[in-house]
């Protein structure tokens, strides 16, 4: 058995006795690393990884284009790296998908997981039954509120679709903060009057940034009476 050998082992055996609370940045790619890479010493690759990324996060977050350019890494590990971010997601989703909002100000709490990862702007429409059940939380659209992209009328139909009373709409601001823009309270205030004149109320406007989520009715940027 060679030395690489039994470190693994050993990284192996201590993950399994006290799970990753004590694990240096590196520790935890290296031992990520091992599923992906199995007859190579992950060791370099992992600090190399680090000194570009800083943190592990900013390694399953980075592009496949930003890994590649990271020497070591091929085809093979970027699929890899993807698949854990993308399931660590699926995961956060699907612990929200449970929840029972009692209140529209859950929503954000609720609405942050299906944004982890997105380096792009995206739209989600939250749609809500009469007691604030979730219906679905789908995807409109790629691009900003603003954008063509995300035409109102999808968004009516959609919501029109689900048969909800009440919808909540997000996007987020991958590269800034939480804020909404005037861009966007114009459109909210253009989507509310479209949805009020089918009978569905736009409960809210959710703009997200990282863990950071702001409600433009708590905020005072939109109010549900604006509609009518």
């Not at 060679?2 to 006795?17: E, N, T, V």
């Not at 599923?35 to 900013?58: M, S």
């Amino acid at each position: 058995m060679s030395l690489h050998d039994g470190h693994r082992q050993r990284l192996k055996a201590r993950f399994q006795k006290e799970g990753l609370d004590h694990f240096e940045k590196h520790q935890v790619l290296e031992l990520l690393l091992f599923y992906c890479l199995p007859r190579q010493d992950t060791n370099p690759l992992a600090h190399r990884l680090l000194e570009r990324f800083k943190t592990v996060t900013g390694v399953l977050e980075a592009t496949p284009a930003e890994l590649k350019k990271v020497e070591g890494v091929g085809d093979g590990v970027v699929q890899f790296l993807h698949m854990v971010r993308e399931i660590n997601r699926y995961c956060q989703i699907e612990g929200v998908e449970e929840m029972k909002l009692t209140s529209i100000s859950q929503c954000a709490d609720y609405l942050i997981p299906f944004f982890t990862g997105k380096r792009n702007e995206v739209v989600y429409l939250l749609s809500l039954d009469a007691k604030c059940r979730v219906i679905s939380c789908k995807m409109v659209g790629e691009g900003s509120v603003n954008s063509a992209g995300v035409p109102i009328r999808r968004i009516v139909e959609m919501a029109l679709g689900e048969r909800a009373t009440s919808v909540v709409l997000a996007h987020n601001h991958p590269s800034g903060v939480a804020v909404p823009s005037m861009e966007d309270r114009a459109t909210t205030v253009r989507l509310a009057r479209a949805l009020g004149a089918v009978e569905i109320s736009l409960a809210d406007h959710v703009v997200v940034a990282d863990d950071d989520a702001v409600s433009m009715v708590d905020s005072g940027w939109y109010d549900p009476k604006d509609a009518y």
